[in-house]
């Protein structure tokens, strides 16, 4: 079954400075990789995913997200973070290798970052 | 669009009640989705569904019933409902993508829900 980790429960990052939130992933075949943002009492929005190409995907508010399938990871990136990128982020995995059409989310990663 | 609905917004049952998460959605997604955010726990994946009249089990499936009679609704009921289900649940929908499965979803507002 497929699985995706967070490792890190909270991020500080000092305003102007990047910031990385750290995602890897099990599965058994293709992942099918996703990044979703949740600010206070609101739903997710879903910021970039990855199905096949480019292992660097570009995606909104100026996150982007590298691919590695050697490591498989996933992890969120922006060169110079925002106080309002202060967020609930969250990794998700659809397994290509599965009949299923699940898609796992992680337990999240806490950002704050700090003026 | 109004995209995903969800009601109520909250919710507060007794031990032992019965009720109806509603969501719906206007987009003519043929995938649909209901997880539950608990601290802590993340999102978990309680019951999804690829079409009408097709559903299956997610990750925590006990204690909740789901259906899908339409395209835009999928109801998730509580038969009797129990403390550990407090949470705040989370329908999502999603297109068919380009690998001919579910990629990206769109989520509803959520519903707070609370048992005594």
């Known amino acids: 079954a497929q699985s995706v980790a967070q490792p890190e429960d909270q991020v500080n990052v000092a305003e102007g400075n990047p910031l990385t939130v750290k995602c890897t992933y099990s599965?058994?075949?293709?992942?099918?990789l996703f990044w979703y943002v949740q600010y206070p009492n609101r739903g997710l929005q879903f910021l970039l995913k990855?199905?096949?190409?480019?292992?660097l995907v570009k995606g909104s508010y100026g996150f982007e997200a590298e691919f590695n399938k050697s490591q498989t990871s996933f992890h969120l990136k922006k060169p110079s973070a925002l106080v309002s990128d202060s967020a609930l982020y969250f990794c998700?995995?659809?397994?290509?290798?599965?009949?299923?059409?699940?898609?796992?989310f992680g337990k999240g990663t806490r950002l704050h970052i700090l003026p | 669009n109004a995209g995903v609905t969800q009601t109520p917004k909250f919710q507060v049952l007794k031990t032992g009640q019965s009720m109806t998460l509603q969501c719906a959605q206007d987009m003519n997604h043929e995938y649909m989705s209901w997880y539950r955010q608990d601290p802590g726990m993340g999102l978990r994946l309680i019951h999804y569904s690829v079409g009408a009249g097709i559903t299956d089990q997610g990750e925590v499936p006990n204690g909740y019933n789901v259906s899908r009679s339409t395209t835009e609704d999928f109801p998730l009921r509580l038969l009797s409902a129990a403390p550990s289900q407090t949470s705040v649940y989370f329908c999502?929908?999603?297109?068919?993508?380009?690998?001919?499965?579910?990629?990206?979803?769109?989520f509803g507002p959520g519903t707070r829900l609370l048992v005594l």
């Open positions: 599965v058994s075949g293709n992942p099918y």
């Open positions: 999502a929908s999603s297109p068919r993508g380009r690998t001919g499965r579910q990629e990206t979803q769109y």
């Open positions: 990855y199905i096949t190409g480019d292992n």
């Open positions: 998700a995995v659809r397994d290509g290798g599965n009949r299923d059409d699940k898609i796992i």
